[in-house]
């Protein structure tokens, strides 16, 4: 990869607006992205957004008591970045240094089986950049493999929402799968802490997060990532 400091991260959100069968609404969850885009942006980071169909997505934990939230949500900026988001099919992969994928319930729908998904993620990860996610982020990992036919996440490290979070929330028989189990089957080392406490875990390039109280660490160390290639 070529000047990867001068080419920006690449914020992918879901597309997905309800919760299975419960008919409820859902989305990317907002503090998965305004807490690491804060500590992205501090550091002089340029960032992108792009979705799985374009356009503005469906959004969730849209807590404006939350500083960040507040701020980025009446951000005149933010607020059209997040409505023309670019639809990842048309997305090219070598002008980013890195790609992170954002979480909320919806991901559990969309991530795991778009081609986009799979090619950029690929692209970006055997060209030397950086894939982050954090708590059903994770979920566009599970289905990735690598030019050598070898899944991604096989023999890393990594975190994501657990089992217990998801029963916790009470939609262990409304998600279409176990992120965590799914990722374990892939040949991932899943890292879990205990519920809704911040895990980070950053293996080589991949640096991921459990639950959304992780993501404002996930930031940190996608910042650091960048930083490194300085």
Request: include cysteine; proline fraction near 8%.
């Amino acid at each position: 990869m070529s000047e990867p400091t001068s080419l920006p991260l690449l914020f992918v959100l879901t597309s997905h607006g309800l919760t299975g069968r419960t008919g409820k609404p859902t989305g990317y969850y907002l503090p998965e992205v305004t807490h690491p885009l804060t500590v992205l942006q501090a550091a002089g980071i340029p960032v992108e957004f792009a979705s799985i169909q374009g356009g503005e997505p469906p959004v969730d934990g849209l807590d404006l008591s939350d500083p960040d939230n507040a701020r980025y949500w009446s951000d005149p900026a933010f607020r059209a970045a997040v409505r023309q988001t670019t639809a990842l099919a048309r997305v090219d992969p070598a002008r980013y240094a890195g790609i992170f994928f954002a979480g909320g319930h919806g991901a559990m729908w969309d991530f795991p089986s778009n081609q986009a998904v799979h090619h950029v993620t690929r692209h970006i990860y055997e060209a030397g950049g950086i894939v982050g996610a954090v708590c059903h982020g994770p979920a566009a990992l599970v289905n990735v493999t690598l030019s050598n036919g070898r899944p991604l996440v096989a023999g890393r490290q990594l975190a994501a929402f657990t089992n217990a979070e998801e029963q916790a929330v009470g939609l262990s028989e409304v998600v279409p799968f176990l992120l965590a189990d799914s990722l374990i089957a892939q040949g991932a080392q899943h890292l879990p802490a205990a519920n809704w406490t911040p895990q980070v875990v950053v293996n080589g390039a991949l640096i991921t997060g459990q639950n959304p109280q992780s993501a404002r660490g996930v930031g940190e160390a996608l910042r650091d990532a960048w930083i490194q290639h300085l």
